[in-house]
């Protein structure tokens, strides 16, 4: 089945660049997705980048991704404290809209 | 415009019990997916509603079940509820059937005990 992975933790410093990593397993997605999670919150779409897409940017957010290597990564630009909260990458594979989310990469950003 | 309201907000229920959490979706949304979340991992897909219909379920057990009403409104059902039932229930919805841009609402948190 499909299987998504990710860090736990990452810690950073106000201004500095984030950069957020996911491994998934099946290669049949069309779409990948970073959702956000701020505390006591439900998840808010961020990005999403289509499989024939090696890289995109949205403002301060830059999706890059490795098909071969089944690697996706977001980077954060000059990243602040709002940005502090549970990123978290998805696929939906071949099933529609039925996304299999990754646990999670809780981002600290430290003033 | 309202986004995606869930209610209740939070409830406690002792094992066995049932338990019913409403969704309306985001105006203009006529498909409603639910995710289970369990503390300190990624939401688990339970099923889709689209046309008053499951379009597609996840890996979770008949005691799941669900409803999507004629205004696009969704309920999620939990029978005969278990200890490991704890978590937050997240609704979702989408403008269409084959899209994963979801919008959530802030989910509602069942503890049960």
């Known amino acids: 089945g499909e299987d998504v992975e990710q860090s736990l933790f990452l810690s950073v410093r106000e201004g500095d660049s984030s950069v957020i990593n996911c491994t998934y397993t099946?290669?049949?997605?069309?779409?990948l997705y970073w959702y956000k999670q701020e505390p006591g919150a439900g998840l808010q779409l961020l990005t999403y980048?289509?499989?024939?897409?090696d890289m995109k940017q949205d403002q301060r957010l830059t999706v890059l991704l490795n098909k071969k290597d089944k690697h996706l990564s977001l980077r954060i630009a000059d990243t602040q404290t709002g940005d502090s909260a549970i990123y978290f990458c998805?696929?939906?594979?071949?099933?529609?809209?039925?996304?299999?989310f990754g646990g999670g990469t809780r981002l600290m950003v430290k003033p | 415009d309202a986004g995606v309201t869930q209610s209740p907000t939070h409830l406690i229920k002792t094992r066995g019990q049932q338990v019913t959490l409403r969704c309306s979706p985001k105006?203009?949304?006529?498909?409603v997916s639910w995710y289970q979340q369990a503390l300190g991992q990624g939401p688990q897909f339970i099923f889709q509603?689209?046309?008053?219909?499951?379009?597609q379920r996840g890996n979770f057990p008949d005691r799941f079940s669900g409803h999507q009403f004629p205004n696009y409104s969704s309920e999620l059902n939990v029978n005969a509820l278990l200890l490991g039932d704890s978590a937050l229930y997240l609704c979702?919805?989408?403008?269409?059937?084959?899209?994963?841009?979801?919008?959530f609402g802030e989910g509602s948190r069942l503890t049960v005990l």
């Open positions: 979702a919805s989408s403008p269409r059937l084959d899209t994963g841009e979801l919008f």
């Open positions: 099946d290669s049949s997605s069309t779409y």
């Open positions: 980048i289509f499989s024939n897409m």
């Open positions: 998805a696929e939906t594979g071949n099933a529609g809209n039925m996304l299999t």
């Open positions: 105006s203009g949304h006529d498909t």
């Open positions: 509603y689209y046309e008053e219909e499951e379009r």
